[in-house]
C-alpha cells in the first residue's frame, strides 16, 4: 500500500552545487562552501535563505544549521539533523527532511553536504569517520574501494556478472560528464581501451571504477507540494526515500548475505510500495557508484536486473541518455561529474525532472537516487514530476 | 598477560572483538559463540540477538575454509601505509566450515595465482607487527 503520508506531500523547489575543486583547492573551508550552496539553492528556489528552518545532512557533514544561521539571517532555527551513516543517508535525508515539513516541525528545510581539504582534514579520512573495524584494518584493508572490491569480486566470480558491466557503468558516467560543462570529468576521454589499460585499485577496480573526493558543496531545498506550486521551479515530488537496512544486515563486516549486496534488500522493496511503482516505470536514475560495481548491485536490487541478466542490461548503450532503457548518472555522476559523498545526485535527479538536464532524458516523470551502496545503512528515493502523482 | 594490540588500539568498528586479538596473541584462533543458544556470533557483538544472552563463548576454531571473496590491492591507502612494499597484495576472505561459514579476513601468505572464489585455504597466525599495525594477524595460503 502506498504511503500517502509522505508519497508527493513534499518537494524539491531549489538545487545548486558549487562549481567542482580538485580536492584542497578550493580555498575556501567547507562551511563557507555549504553556505554558498544553500543561499544559491533558496535562490533557484525564489525562497530567501531567512526563511530556511531546517537543516538536515547526512554522514560526517559538520556544518550544522546552527552555525551558518548566524550568515543566513536564519529567522528560526526549528528543525536539524544528520542521518547515519555515510552516503548511504542521502536519500533517506531527503525523507526525514519531508517528515519534519509533514509534520509541522519545519516549513523550508535545506538538504546539502560539504567538503573542502582547505584548512579541513584529508577527504579520505574525513568520509571514513574514523570508523574502520580493526579486522579491516589489520589486514591491509582500508579504503571503500577495498572493501567493495571484495563485494563486487564475489558479484564477479560466484554470481557470474560479467566484469565488463563495471567497465560500462564508467563509461555511461564519462560519456555524460562530456556534455555537462561543470564536470570535473568532462575532457576525460575514456572509451573501453583506456579503461581497461587504467591502473589497478583494487581488484576487479580499475581507476576509472573509483570516485575521487573534491572541495564543493552541493544543497536543495525540500518545502510542502502546496507551497511548491508557487515558486519559480517546476516541483520535483518526493514520492518516497525509505532507508534502513535488512535482518542480518547493518554492521555484519563480512558476513551479510547476499555478499554482493549493495545494502537495499528491503530498502528498494519499501521504495516500490511506498511509491506505488516500480523499476519498469523509472525514465532515468542516478546510482551513486562510489565504486561501479557497487552501482550493479544496486540496479540488481532495486530490480532493474538480476545477476543472470546483469549483462544484458548494464551495457553502455542501455545506460546512457536519451535513448538507453535506463539512463543513469546523466551529469557523470560521483565519477565524472565530482565527488561530494554523493550529494550531487540529488540535484540531477531533480534537474531531470525539471527538464533541465545537460543529458535529458526526454519527458522524464519518474526519477530515481539511489544512496550510499555498500553503507550498513542505505536509502533510496524516487522523484516526480505532477503527471506521476 | 600483557597484550601487544592494547598499546596500538584501533577504535573504529563496535570494539566487541578484544578476545580474537587476545587469542590470536595466545597463538590460537578462537571466534565467539553464544553461551545459551549456541549460536556462533560473528563479526562479534554484545549480545545474543536470537536469544538475548550477554554470554560468549570463544572457542578454537580449525584454520581452514573457503576463499569467500579477495581483492588484490594495488594501493597502499594512508591507514595501511606499513604495506606499501608489498603492493600488489591479495587479501581474502574466508569463509570456515568450522564456524558455521564464520567469514573471517587474512591477507595472503604465499603465491597468489590461483586465488579465486571457492579456492581452499588454510590458516596461520602472526604475532603483533608493524605491518598489521601493532595486532597479531591471521594470513591464508592457498591450499595445493
Ligand atoms: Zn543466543
Redesign the interface.
Known sequence: MVNTMLRGTTAVVGVSDTPWYKRGTSGEPALKLALRAIVSAAEDAGIDPSEIDGFVSYGSERNDGQRMMPALGTKELRFGALVWTHGGGIPGALGLAALAIVTGQADVVAVYRAMSEYRGRRLRVDVAQDDTSPQHLVNGLDSPAQLCALRSMRLIEAEGVPARTLRDMALASYHHAKRNPRAIGRDTELDAETYEESRWVSEPYHLFDCSRENDAGSAVILVSADRAKDLRQKPAYLLGAPMGAAAGWGLREESGNPYWSAGFQGVADRLWADTGYGPGDVDVAQIYENMTGMGVSALIEHGFCTPASAGEFVTFDNLIAPNGGLPINTSGGNLAEGFIHGMSLVGEAVRQIRGTSTNQVPGATLSLMTGGPGDPVVSTALLADAAAL | MEYE?HAHR?????GA?DRF?ESLEEGEFRLPRCADCKRWM??AHFRCGQCGSWEQLWEPVEMSGRI?????????????KE?AE?V??V?V?AELPGADG??????LAGPDSGV???VEVRGHIDPPST???G?P??RWSVVD
Not at chain 2, 102 to 107: C, L, M, S
Open positions: 594490540f584501533i577504535t573504529g568498528g563496535i572483538d586479538w560473528w563479526p569467500y571473496s579477495w581483492t588484490r590491492a594495488h594501493y597502499a591507502f594512508d591507514r595501511t604495506r608489498d600488489p597484495y587479501v576472505v564464520a567469514r573471517v579476513v587474512g591477507a579465486r572464489c571457492g605491518k598489521s599495525k595486532y594477524a591471521v
